[in-house]
T-cell receptor, first 116, second 114 residues
Framework: GAVVSQHPSRVICKSGTSVKIECRSL??????MFWYRQFPKQSLMLMAT?????????EQGVEKDKFLINHASLTLSTLTVTSAHPEDSSFYIC????????????FGPGTRLLVL | AQSVTQLGSHVSVSEGALVLLRCNYSSSVPPYLFWYVQYPNQGLQLLLKYTTGATLVKGINGFEAEFKKSETSFHLTKPSAHMSDAAEYFCAVSKTSGTYKYIFGTGTRLKVLA
């Protein structure tokens, strides 16, 4: 199946700094990618839909100025957590839909963010 | 609005026993349905999905699920559990057109006892 990568896999940062997480579709193109947040032992919550060439669509309650999304190319979307605080610590996962069967999503391995 | 309910946040079965993970959904129109598995500190892997056609869907690793519209259910089963099946399982729904945003259930952690 298709592969989605994320970088970094783990990041620790100080409170107040910004952190960028990359999501890449390695062997297919993705005009749309999705960003999820997962708290420990909880489900995935959709944060936003990343759209290549246009603005991201954020879910209700997600601060777009806090979580900046840029879909720079057909294989890369980035999520920047700006001015991170300890409550932003979480597991962030991206996904990209299959080119043929759009309803199937391929998930990245996730990025664990710890804000001290 | 769509929603997903997974009954039982933790399920324990003995190795070789039947695995049954429950998923019920709520949707104004029949949705697409998915089961994903997540191993510790990893992303999600698709086990199986229902879109159209046969309501009994077979997936990877011996898992299968049956879409029952009358019961709004999509329970996941496996006849014989293996130690390697221990993981977190998520049921998800999406609309059948447009942007296929997923709504996930809260997940069920499967423990397999030797």
């Amino acid at each position: 199946g298709a592969v989605v990568s994320q970088h970094p896999s783990r990041v620790i940062c100080k409170s107040g700094t910004s952190v960028k997480i990359e999501c890449r579709s390695l062997d297919f193109q993705a005009t749309t990618m999705f960003w999820y947040r997962q708290f420990p032992k909880q489900s995935l919550m959709l944060m936003a839909t990343s759209n290549e060439g246009s603005k991201a669509t954020y879910e209700q309650g997600v601060e777009k100025d806090k979580f900046l999304i840029n879909h720079a190319s057909l294989t890369l979307s980035t999520l920047t957590v700006t001015s991170a605080h300890p409550e932003d610590s979480s597991f962030y996962i991206c996904s990209a839909p299959d080119q043929r069967t759009q309803e199937t999503q391929y998930f990245g391995p996730g990025t664990r963010l710890l804000v001290l | 609005a769509q929603s997903v309910t997974q009954l039982g946040s933790h399920v324990s079965v003995s190795e070789g026993a039947l695995v049954l993970l429950r998923c019920n959904y709520s949707s104004s129109v029949p949705p697409y349905l998915f089961w994903y598995v997540q191993y510790p500190n990893q992303g999600l892997q698709l086990l199986l999905k229902y879109t159209t056609g046969a309501t009994l869907v077979k997936g990877i690793n011996g898992f299968e699920a049956e879409f029952k519209k009358s019961e709004t259910s999509f329970h996941l089963t496996k006849p014989s559990a293996h130690m390697s099946d221990a993981a977190e399982y998520f049921c998800a729904v999406s609309k059948t057109s447009g942007t296929y945003k997923y709504i996930f259930g809260t997940g069920t952690r499967l423990k397999v006892l030797a």
